[in-house]
DNA sequence: CTGAAAGCGCTTACAG
DNA sequence: CTGAAAGCGCTTACAG
């Protein structure tokens, strides 16, 4: 490879003043310019990003932290987000290890090392020490799904409780009383704002809280099953049931089927997240609609927003969720009206 | 951050001997080495991996190019495999964009300006001219699913051939004659080893070939669907069908259960890959199993091999294929024996 | 065993 | 408009 060196040398020219040419400078005379120009031509020089980071203390490179597994519908969407938005903005994308139960790990120093621009951060929890760390460390981040702010450290994420809230009054209108929640993991963000939509439904359709109606889960298949299992023990089973995320939905339906029941015969489901398969399954899946690509561009925009200028000020979005109504909800059979 | 001029001075010795700590000299005191390791410690020192990369020629990094979308399964899968084996390695991932088809880009300038230590390319056929600038350009390189081989590129793929072989001799033995064959873009390495597979199992079954039994599709799912309104306007219908990936087997079931018939009860289907969803789906998928994960890791596991010695020799491997036999494939109802 | 010096490939004041 | 020099944070012969 050709350094800047061989480039001046050829053009008969100092290095500064290919460097000037390179980054666009106004005060280099046209007939240098040209020279130069001609030389990184001929010799298919290409500025080595490494060492010029090292000196403008800009890497061009931001990290992602995904701690969840990238076969997870909802990880590869949101990759696939943040990659169109990546494109052409001059910036690459760096996976970091997730190593974050690691006590010699730490994911700042790693930033550091690596002389990240900023990163995006998915899958971690608001109190996890490097959380702290992180927003203290000045770096530019963005939160996807984690309810975390700082001086230069914004997050996104969908409108969860609205959400869930949505899809009670969607089983409500379709005669629905005994609604049952299948909720995510407590005590994490997500889990706790959609699990507070489902009390926003149930209220505004004036229907009491029920405690056996609500099962705890972690969003997964199993989780589905295990829960919906519970739920068919009641003495008065529920009608519906809402559920914190698709995969679990299809574990539920999975379920319910295992039990000779029919869905939505006997049981409505409806899902949150809206992944591919929600279509592909048998039935099609109800479900409520997160925007996770437009999360993963913007997530991306405002992080370069923030890299670019130190008093842009940290964003917190949140994208608007919307009821997809596809077969696996119908009318309650046993409606008391 | 702490430079090593920071902790140089707070031991009091001078950077070089830092640096041979940093780095596990030998011929370093104890005591020097404690008083070092101290003032490590006290400033919290990490050492720039982007400065040492300049000087070293290494960036401890690995470039992937994936020219497919992160939402496909099998991409997802790859990735995961990919991540477990970088894990503890020491190097980094850093995704490179895929502007394949602008001339204006240069997939190996990029790969130089950053200094990237070596590749893994995926879904980039073997006559893309950055496929010829890369070998080239002796950058250490696993090609995943392309046949292509140079003095530092190996690769690394799935018994293909092997794999659709088993489909058909596994339909041949279930009773069906007429076996169709919803084939992968033509051209495409992957494509055309599976193509070869179909031949393989026709010939070995003595199941003469014909033509209008063979469908070209592009491994999605609407191509299974347009290949399979094809079929079904036949005059004999096929009674099974083996399909180039399972997104395209869920078109083709899909188009079948859209005419009025069913799956396995009408026609088997059998698909390749074993995606996920292969098993959720409605009738469970009866496909051919790629080792996806495996080849991640090995892609990766053989590229630092690469990267570590010189004269590693540029591996050429192929995982083996299998069988799982679901709920699409059945005995052949109208069986002529 | 230790350190001064050169250098990796760049950019950035600064002087002329 | 142009270039010499210092420096980004490291490592690596080399001399002592």
């Known amino acids: 490879m050709a350094s800047i060196h061989d480039v001046a040398k050829e053009a008969g020219v100092s290095v500064a003043t290919v460097s000037k040419v390179i980054n666009h400078y106004p005060d280099v005379s046209d007939k240098t310019r040209k020279k130069v120009k001609n030389a990184i031509e001929l010799l298919r020089y290409r500025p080595n990003v490494i060492a010029r980071g090292l000196v403008t203390g800009r890497s061009w490179t931001v990290g992602v932290l995904i701690n969840i597994p990238f076969t997870n519908p909802y990880v590869a969407m949101l990759l696939e987000g943040i990659k169109t938005a990546l494109e052409d903005s001059g910036y690459d994308l760096m996976r970091l290890s997730a190593r974050l139960n690691d006590p010699a790990y730490s994911f700042i120093d790693h930033c550091h090392s690596r002389n990240l621009d900023g990163v995006v951060v998915f899958g971690v929890e608001k109190d ?7 927003i203290e460390s000045g770096i530019p981040t963005m939160f996807v799904d984690t309810d975390a702010t700082g001086l230069r450290a914004g997050n996104i994420t969908t409108d969860n409780r609205n959400g869930v809230h949505m899809a009670v009054r969607h089983l409500f209108e379709l005669g629905h009383r005994r609604i049952a929640y299948l909720a995510g993991t407590p005590g994490h963000n997500v889990g706790e704002s959609r699990r507070a939509g489902y009390r926003d439904g149930l209220e505004a359709s004036s229907i009491p809280y029920c405690e056996d109606y609500v099962v705890n889960g972690d969003f997964s298949y199993d989780s589905g099953i295990q829960g919906m299992t519970k739920l068919l023990q009641l003495e008065r ?11 679990s939905a299809f574990g539920v339906i999975h379920s319910i089927e295992a039990h000779g029941l029919t869905v939505p015969g006997d049981i409505s489901v409806v899902g949150f997240d809206n992944i591919y398969e929600a279509e592909l399954f048998k039935p099609a899946l109800t479900t409520i609609n997160q925007n996770i690509h437009a999360i993963g561009v913007k997530s991306i925009q405002e992080l370069i927003s923030m890299i670019k200028s130190s008093d842009y000020p940290p964003p917190v979005v949140t994208e608007p969720s919307s009821l997809i109504v596809r077969e696996s909800t119908a009318t309650c059979a046993d409606s008391v009206g």
């Open 237 to 247: 089973r529920p009608t519906a049931v809402v559920c914190s995320s698709d995969m």
């Open 128 to 134: 996890h020490r490097s959380i702290q760390e992180l």
